[in-house]
């Protein structure tokens, strides 16, 4: 599928349809939403853009979610914790997308793969308190947000890098 133009503050606006659709509608748009920020993700890393198109269109080496991720990994764009949490992100998607029937964050198995995502688990806050995400949904959705911010911050990052080593020209 090539993969359309997001940004960070297209997601700020998504994130309430999100919250705002049935387990399959948020699974569906978050999930995508997240195939094609990985997308500008790895076009951003790219040394020689004019293979964008070939490579991201349909039939293209990177034209799936999936290839996508283990390109991603495989290049050492990012870790394999990253990309086991995207992996799952794409299952879910996935299986909501192709289970017209039945399908939710409570049945088998989007439970169990919701349950694998990060923020499914309980965490241990530095004051001793623990924290739990409600819902396997909003699990997903957070671990969703959490790719989407990370990229941009990464993306944000290097940008700011490649600026400061410009120096202005000193008039003559």
């Known amino acids: 599928m090539k993969p359309i133009d997001v940004s960070i503050t ?10 705002g659709e049935t387990d399959r509608g ?34 293209g080496s990177l034209s ?7 390109f991603a990994q495989a290049f050492g764009f990012l870790p394999s914790s990253v990309c086991a949490q995207l992996h799952l992100i794409r299952k879910i998607r996935n299986h909501f997308a192709h289970h017209p029937k039945s ?21 241990l806050l530095p004051d ?10 909003n699990a997903y959705l957070l671990s969703a947000g959490m790719f989407v ?11 700011s890098a490649v600026m400061s080593e410009i120096k202005p020209r000193k008039p003559s």
Do not use: C
Not at 40 to 55: G, H, N
Not at 112 to 122: G, I, P, R, T, V
Not at 128 to 137: A, P, R
């Open 10 to 19: 297209d997601y700020q606006q998504m994130v309430v349809l999100f919250h």
């Open 26 to 59: 948020a699974a569906v748009l978050a999930g995508s939403y997240v195939e094609n920020f990985l997308a500008a993700y790895l076009k951003f890393q790219m040394v020689d853009q004019s293979l964008s198109e070939r490579l991201f269109s349909d039939g």
């Open 64 to 70: 799936s979610f999936s290839q996508r991720i283990d």
């Open 103 to 123: 399908a939710s964050f409570t049945e088998s198995p989007v439970r169990n793969y919701a349950n694998e995502l990060s923020f499914a688990a309980e965490k």
């Open 128 to 137: 001793g308190q623990s924290l739990k995400v409600d819902g396997l949904k």
């Open 149 to 159: 911010v990370m990229a941009h911050n990464q993306m944000h990052v290097a940008s």
